[in-house]
């Protein structure tokens, strides 16, 4: 490997919500007993230091001494339209396309603004992403699920005639879409995509594609922009990116749209601009620019590698230790979402007694029931192995296991 994927960072006092919320109730784990130190696998940030690239670049220009107001430099786009093209196959996108947004769930609720009235019912896949269901709720949407279901090769999959039905039926003129999706980790084949904005054009329905995770993908999987499969799909779907997954940026804050449809691009802007608080910051335009040049396409095939060598371990240490605990291996992500359902029931256990005797020993994962799984625990798997496999073994020893 050419960069960093092995030191085992030390992140406690240094502003990191990974660590530093633990024990501080909220949706943070319980702190670890003493003996244990924390290994963080909830928060969905990774513990890999960030591409030289992106230091470098917001050092050059912090040596500069003004940080007044200023514009985004043409730089800033062709370093997103390089990477999308790169990436993701996009093709014909233009600087006029593509927008800021200080956060992707922040750019969705602008989206969902001109998209239909607060009140109003959206179409959102479950599980669902715990940032969707809080910022709709906040702003007055009323959220209708459609349940994903795994298939008999244990595979995620849209319920197209329960979609169909409750575009049908509850009046919905709008749909969150989540490409790769969180927290199952799918990331949808093109007809599936095809066959999703079909019925979203049959009913007249808007979307609002999230493609955060896009360019966190394992190898022999490819990441399909929702706008690319028709002219219909481009021309309805407003399309959420960030580097602050694949980079692990999210402290900078900085995301950007990209929108075809004129029309429907000045209204997001203008509602964007409604709260005076939608503003490029000067240091993290340097970052993404810092990170979407040569060695960030490098840096993050060696990632997805590094990823994917994570959740392969993962996968089948749950298979081959913990029975009962069922576990869908993610095509893109560096999540697991575990079904614990099973094993509960075999040992008379709690989701609440498994998650809290994961986190007495320093487990620090996720409680899967905000994402709308009953018996679920979302794992992040952003780590060096070597603490993937400490933490592993601990659920073995202390939770699936214990004696």
């Known amino acids: 490997m050419k960069y960093d994927f092995t030191t085992i960072m030390h992140r406690q006092g240094q502003d990191a919500s990974a660590y530093d919320s633990l024990g501080k109730g909220g949706s943070a784990p319980g702190a670890p007993k003493e003996g244990f130190d924390a290994i963080p696998m909830w928060v969905a ?9 992106i230091t470098e670049a917001m050092e050059a220009r912090i040596k500069e001494p003004h940080f007044g107001y200023f514009s985004p430099r043409d730089e800033y786009y062709d370093a997103v339209i390089d990477w999308q093209s790169k990436r993701n196959a996009v093709t014909g996108l233009s600087k006029e396309n593509i927008g800021y947004e200080n956060g992707v769930l922040g750019g969705v609720i602008s989206a969902l603004n001109v998209m239909c009235s607060r009140g109003d019912k959206v179409l959102v896949h479950s599980p669902t992403y715990i940032g969707f269901t809080s910022s709709l709720k906040n702003n007055g949407y009323n959220i209708v699920h459609s349940d994903l279901y795994l298939d008999d090769q244990g595979i995620w999959r849209m319920d197209f005639e329960d979609m169909e039905e409750k575009l049908r039926t509850e009046n919905i003129h709008a749909a969150v879409f989540c490409s790769p999706h969180n927290p199952c980790g799918r990331v949808w084949e093109k007809w599936e995509i095809e066959k999703a904005m079909e019925l979203y054009k049959k009913y007249d329905v808007y979307v609002v594609s999230d493609e955060i995770w896009s360019d966190i993908i394992s190898p022999g999987y490819k ?26 940026l999210a402290g900078l804050i900085g995301s950007y749209h990209i929108i075809y449809n004129r029309r429907l691009k000045d209204r997001v802007d203008k509602e964007s601009s409604l709260s005076h ?34 959740i392969d371990f993962a996968c089948e ?4 230790h913990f029975d009962g605990v069922e576990v869908s291996r993610p095509q893109g992500t560096y999540m697991l979402f575990i079904d614990c359902t099973k094993w509960c029931e075999k040992h008379g256990k709690t989701i609440d007694e498994v998650e809290k005797a994961g986190w007495d020993v320093g487990v620090a994962w996720q409680d899967g029931r905000m ?15 070597e603490r993937v496999k400490e933490a592993f073994h601990r659920m073995d020893k202390y939770v699936f296991n214990a004696e």
């Open 45 to 53: 940030d990774m513990n890999f230091p960030t591409l030289h690239t």
């Open 223 to 248: 990441h399909i922009p929702t706008q690319s499969v028709s002219e219909d799909a481009k021309m309805r779907t407003v399309a959420l990116y960030a580097p602050s997954k694949t980079f692990s």
């Open 277 to 310: 608080y939608n503003s490029m910051n000067l240091l993290s335009m340097y970052s993404l620019i810092g990170a979407y040049g040569p060695e960030g396409h490098e840096w993050t095939d060696e990632l997805n590698q590094v990823l994917s060598g994570n």
């Open 317 to 320: 240490y749950i298979r081959e």
């Open 371 to 385: 994402f709308h799984g009953p018996c679920h625990i979302r794992i992040n798997l952003a780590l060096p192995l």
